[in-house]
């Protein structure tokens, strides 16, 4: 009966769409009449609500609903979809102040010249307008406008004229800041928690191992991720249309030709070029720019984003009259004082000491004033010239309040979905096709691609992509990132407004068209963009460092870049470096070989011992190097013949787990038949006898399990085990080699620190005996914080700790306080006599010994990746990696 309800969902959800009712309401509507009708007709024949749901009932399904809405509205955690607003925001002002106009005029008289030059300028204000306005439906209409008019009078074909026009209008979805990318990221998120519960399941039921290591797990993804992968695959796209047209133009000229410029190209051309390119250009690097350097978030960019479009709307507005640049002139001066302010002297308001501090704390007042002056002068503007600011706001709440219905809606529908089986019955068809994860793949684009010729983006985004991502993102076998999967399903969304009937971008431009251009010869002019959108889509699939590169790099260069030693980093981490001590074994062997041949004898014995046994370990690592790639060339040379039969199994006990799922549904329908009705009763033998059935079919599937699968499965694993033992043993190894090491460096580094520091201690006597405690106690913490901040006084600050409190006591005792102090003063003195014979005799061979291995064996050390360092091992993360062979 399941089924039957579902089958209502859809069809109520397909009939509701398909008859204009409004997508913010067919959803949810569609969701709640299922619901309703499952609940009402369970509790009419069976007597329990809940008996026609696959997971749990109508509560469950209400509380699903509430979670939903709290996760949207009330979760500081779940902050990605504030930056909706602000994204609409900008790109509708940019929009009304008709800043996009004046690039397609003068971007068309720049590349005219050129064979296909009106296309192409279409396509690169398109690029622009994408990465500043996002907004679709804006762009289109602008550019057909202004653009389409002028290409049909310089004899342009109107199918190719309306297909590049609709097509470049659509690079907004894709290139950030795109509403879809960040809907695509919240979405994935979710799925990402679902995926990575599905891959730990998978790995206990192949191992038997409750915890699955952590560089199989699922990395999320989040809206700049989104941004920066989905950056080079909309400069892709961008490519293919302008290489398309040119192409074109040059095979067929008289379809697409070259329209010369009837003005000069000079000085004062190159002038307007630039005032009208420069301002969009600025705000894209500052937008993007401001997430790609990690200065601020996203929603941070968008409100950044929001403000600079206000100021250059201020001064478009204001164009040919007095004074126009006045607020944006005030505003970029500001900025530059503020960070010449900046760079010049820290600024901190609770650290304000002397007069230049204050001095400086006002000077940076004035400047972030007049800047928020210059903001409200051109808001002042905006609100006053064609009351624009109103406009902009009003449509701003019209798409976001859209946006957010509709995936309120979308999670009604989803969790409705679910409660009914649909999402069980998605997985078992994905996964039970021949082939693996790319049929799976494919097949999904496939029903997305097919989806968007009927439905809208969002509508896509929020009700598909949670079904399907977390099937996709648990398949071991691709192990594919979110952020590739998130841009792949956006690239092909994207198509969703060029699709005939009903593309968006489609009925936009056939508004503003001209009735000399028919709808057919829109259709026609998009069927070649639709081809290279796809083409586009094929290339990042086939390529996806594409979209994992500018994400991995940008994430191990930030500051709160993942140490060296995140378990996740490993597998490229040590593929790098085995090719550096292949490169660099010899060098590095002589480093060993000196730094063990220095006199370490006067160190203290705890360091002379793990200094000795640090270059042990370091002549241990190319041994250890060798076992783990005999270990590895022993799991590759199994693998080929393993694999067949471990797809085979894996397969068949996915279709056993499936039975027993169907068998404890049957069972639990028969524990409530018992307060059932006689007729419902009278089902109990069936039921029954159904149960015998599917056993019988589970012990006829287990007895399809090869003889040989459990020794070779033990023996597989067993390979596995070795390599991973042989990873572990390595790991601890070059960790043991380059620690004491670095730290009796950094020790021994800081010895005229703790020589300076000596005053402080001895002068802590004359305060136990001439300062009140309380006083004494203050003091004290503050000689004992500057000796902690001194690498190897551990002991020293120890003493002084003690000594404070016999100063706090309830009863102070000087004379045990005094006695500390000295115990302290004899400390540091012990110190002072090894480190400074280490600092004169010992220091320069250890420092070269430690630059020497520092970016090899004593690389997961360091607390984050050099750059250097990066720019090799992030095009291995870039990579999807098979890891099937583990589950």
Not at 507 to 518: E, I
Not at 635 to 641: E, G, T
Not at 717 to 731: F, I, M
Not at 770 to 781: L, M, N
Request: with cysteine.
């Amino acid at each position: 009966m399941e089924l039957v309800f579902l089958l209502l969902l859809i069809v109520l959800m397909i009939w509701a769409l398909g008859s204009g009712f409004p997508v913010a309401f067919s959803l949810p509507g569609a969701a709640i009449l299922a619901i309703g009708a499952a609940a009402f007709f369970g509790w009419l024949i069976v007597g329990d609500a809940s008996a026609y749901f696959a997971q749990g009932g109508p509560v469950q399904w209400l509380t699903a609903g509430v979670t939903n809405f709290r996760g949207i509205y009330w979760e500081v955690e779940r902050d990605t979809l504030i930056a909706i607003p602000l994204f609409v925001f900008m790109g509708i002002m940019l929009q009304r102040s008709k800043i996009a106009e004046d690039l397609l005029l003068t971007m068309a008289q720049l590349f005219g010249p050129v064979p296909g030059g009106l296309g192409i300028s279409v396509v690169f204000v398109g690029a622009l307008l994408a990465a500043t306005t996002g907004i679709v439906g804006a762009t289109v209409v602008a550019m057909g406008l202004i653009s389409l008019p002028a290409m049909m009078r310089n004899k342009y074909s109107n199918s190719l004229a309306t297909g590049t026009i609709a097509a470049s209008g659509t690079l907004g979805q894709i290139i950030p800041p795109s509403i879809v990318l960040i809907i695509l990221a919240d979405q994935l998120a979710s799925a990402v928690d679902q995926a990575g519960t599905t891959r730990k399941a998978l790995y206990k039921a192949a191992t038997g191992q409750v915890s699955m290591p952590s560089e199989f797990d699922i990395v999320s993804t989040s809206a700049g991720d989104m941004f920066m992968g989905a950056f080079v695959p909309g400069l892709v796209l961008v490519g293919l249309y302008m290489a398309y047209i040119l192409i074109y133009s040059l095979l067929r000229p008289h379809m697409a030709p070259a329209v010369h410029f009837d003005g000069k190209y000079d000085s004062r051309f190159a002038k307007r070029v630039l005032l009208i390119l420069v301002p969009p250009l600025a705000l894209i690097f500052v937008v993007l720019g401001s997430i790609i350097m990690g200065i601020a978030t996203v929603n941070q960019a968008g409100a950044i984003g929001a403000v600079g479009a206000t100021i250059m709307a201020g001064y478009r507005l204001r164009a040919g009259h007095r004074g126009a640049y006045r607020p944006a002139l005030l505003s970029i001066a500001s900025v530059v004082a503020l960070a010449l302010i900046a760079k010049i002297h820290p600024i901190n308001v609770k650290n304000i000491h002397t007069g230049t501090d204050a001095f400086v704390l006002v000077l940076a007042i004035v400047a972030a004033g007049s800047f928020v002056f210059s903001v409200v002068w051109s808001g002042w503007r905006t609100l006053k010239i064609e009351d624009t600011l109103r406009g902009v706001m009003v449509e701003t709440a019209k798409t976001t309040s859209l946006v957010f219905i509709i995936l309120l809606g979308a999670a009604m529908l989803t969790a409705a979905f679910r409660g009914f089986g649909g999402e069980d019955l998605v997985k078992d068809f994905l996964t039970g096709l021949p082939g693996g994860f790319w049929v799976q793949f494919v097949i999904v684009m496939g029903v997305i691609f097919l989806l968007g010729f009927f439905l809208d983006f969002i509508e896509i985004a929020v009700v598909v992509v949670p079904i399907v991502a977390p099937i996709l993102l648990a398949e071991p076998s691709a192990n594919i990132t979110a952020v590739w999967l998130g841009v792949m399903i956006g690239l092909n969304i994207q198509t969703s407004f060029l699709t005939p009937p009903f593309g968006f971008a489609l009925f936009y431009l056939r508004g503003v068209a001209p009735k000399s251009v028919r709808t057919i010869q829109i259709y026609k002019g998009v069927v070649a963009f639709i081809g290279l959108q796809l083409l586009g889509l094929a290339i990042v699939g086939a390529m996806p460092w594409m979209v994992n590169y500018l994400p991995n790099r940008i994430s191990l260069t930030s500051d709160t870049a993942p140490p060296p030693q995140n378990p996740k980093l490993q597998y490229c981490l040590e593929d790098y470096l085995f090719q550096q001590y292949d490169a660099r074994g010899s060098e590095l062997m002589a480093a060993i070989d000196k730094a063990g041949r220095l006199d370490i004898s006067y160190l203290p014995k705890d360091w002379q011992k793990s200094t000795a046994k640090a270059f042990d370990q370091a002549a241990m690592t190319f041994d250890l190097v060798a076992g783990i790639r005999a270990a590895e060339a022993a799991v590759l040379a199994r693998a080929d013949a393993y694999r067949p039969l471990l797809g085979q199994v894996r397969t068949i006990q996915r279709d056993m787990r499936r039975l027993a799922v169907e068998i404890e549904e049957i069972n639990n329908w028969i524990s409530r038949l018992s307060s059932a009705s006689d007729e419902e009763k009278a089902k109990l033998p069936g039921l029954e006898a159904r149960i015998r059935e599917l056993e019988a079919e589970k012990a006829d599937l287990e007895a399809q399990i090869p003889e040989s699968w459990a020794g070779q499965s033990k023996s597989m694993q067993a390979l596995q085990n070795t390599e991973g033992k042989a990873r572990k043993a390595y790991r601890r190894n070059v960790d043991g080699a380059y620690a004491p090491i670095g730290e009796i460096v950094a020790v021994v580094g800081a010895t005229d620190r703790l020589e300076a520091i000596r005053g402080d201690i001895e002068a802590l006597r004359d305060t136990v005996r001439g300062v009140e405690p309380s006083e004494a106690v203050e003091i004290f913490k503050g000689v004992e914080k500057a000796v902690g901040k001194i690498e190897g006084a551990r002991e020293i600050r120890s003493l002084l700790s003690k000594a404070r409190r016999a100063i706090k006591a309830k009863v102070p005792d000087p004379d045990k306080a005094l006695d500390f102090i000295d115990k302290a003063l004899a400390a540091h003195a012990g110190e002072m006599a090894w480190r400074t014979q280490t600092k004169t005799e010992l220091l320069p061979g250890l420092q070269a010994y430690e630059a020497a291995i520092r970016d090899t064996i004593g690389l997961r050390q360091q607390p984050k990746l050099p750059v250097e360092q990066v720019k090799e091992i992030v095009g291995c993360l870039s990579q999807h990696r098979d890891i099937s062979l583990y589950f």
